[in-house]
C-alpha cells in the first residue's frame, strides 16, 4: 500500500528565504506526482505536476524534483513571499489506469514579513 | 479564479434533512471526483466518475449518494448525515487517463 509522507508538518521562515518541502513514498511505481497547494477553507490549487519519466518541473519561482528510485520530490520556492503562506500537499498517482491519488499530510508554511 | 464551480459554498443541515451538492466543469474532462476533508488533514476520495460511470467508492456510507447526470456536472445527494460528516466537501476534474486534477473550492457543510 503506497504511504506518502510530508515532513516537516510546519514551516516558518523569514521573507525571503528559499523554501524546500519535502515529499517521501513508499512504492516507486508511480504514475506520476502532483504538488497541490492550498489557502485556509479554500480547495486545493494545482502547483506542478511530474510524470515519472521527468525529473523535474518549474513554473516561475517553483522548482520540483522527482526522484522515483528513492520515493523522493522536493518543491523549492525561490525567494519566499508572504503570499506564499499555506499549506502545501503532494499526491502520487499508481498508474495510468488509475485515478486515484494518495496524499500526503501537507506541509503548513509561513513566511513571515 | 477556479475552473471546477461548487455551489453552495456553504451549507448547514439538520440529521434529518436532504439537500445536494453540486459540481460543474467545462474543461471537456472525463473524469470527476468527490473528496472529503476534515480540518488539518489532507483530502480522502470518496467517489470517481469515469466518463459518466461510477468507477471507484471508497466504501462511503449510503447516506452519501453520487450522480453524474452529464460529462460537465457531477451531483452529490445527502440524506439522513451524521454530526462526523461534517468537513469540507470538494470536487475535482481530470483527463481521463492522465494530466493533473483541478478541484473546486468546495462545500463547507456542517451538521447539527
Known amino acids: 500500500k503506497q504511504e506518502v509522507t510530508q515532513i516537516p508538518a510546519a514551516l516558518s521562515v523569514p521573507e525571503g528565504e528559499n523554501l524546500v518541502l519535502n515529499c517521501s513514498f513508499t512504492?516507486?511505481?508511480?504514475?506520476?506526482l502532483q504538488w497541490f497547494r492550498q489557502d485556509p477553507g479554500k480547495g486545493l490549487t494545482s502547483l506542478l505536476l511530474i510524470q515519472s519519466s521527468q525529473r523535474e518541473q518549474t513554473s516561475g519561482r517553483l522548482n520540483a524534483s522527482l526522484d522515483k528510485s528513492s520515493g523522493r520530490s522536493t518543491l523549492y520556492i525561490a525567494a519566499s513571499q508572504p503570499g506564499d503562506s499555506a499549506t502545501y500537499l503532494c499526491?502520487?498517482?499508481?498508474?495510468?489506469?488509475?485515478?486515484?491519488?494518495?496524499f500526503g499530510g501537507g506541509t503548513r508554511v509561513l513566511v513571515k514579513p | 479564479d477556479t475552473e471546477v464551480t461548487q455551489t453552495p459554498k456553504h451549507l448547514v443541515m439538520g440529521m434529518t434533512n436532504k439537500k445536494s451538492l453540486k459540481c460543474e466543469q467545462h474543461?471537456?474532462?472525463?473524469?470527476m471526483y468527490w473528496y472529503k476533508q476534515k480540518a488539518k488533514k489532507p483530502p480522502e476520495l470518496m467517489f470517481v466518475?469515469?466518463?459518466?460511470?461510477?468507477?471507484i467508492n471508497e466504501s462511503v456510507p449510503s447516506r452519501f449518494s453520487p450522480e453524474c447526470p452529464n460529462s460537465s456536472l457531477l451531483n452529490l445527494h445527502l440524506h439522513a448525515l451524521q454530526p462526523e460528516d461534517s468537513a469540507l466537501y470538494l470536487c475535482a476534474s481530470s483527463r481521463q487517463g492522465e494530466g493533473p486534477q483541478h478541484f473546486g473550492d468546495g462545500t463547507r457543510l456542517s451538521i447539527l
Open positions: 512504492d516507486s511505481a508511480i504514475y506520476n
Open positions: 499526491a502520487v498517482r499508481p498508474g495510468a489506469a488509475g485515478n486515484k491519488l494518495t
Open positions: 474543461m471537456g474532462h472525463r473524469a
Open positions: 466518475y469515469s466518463y459518466e460511470k461510477l468507477s
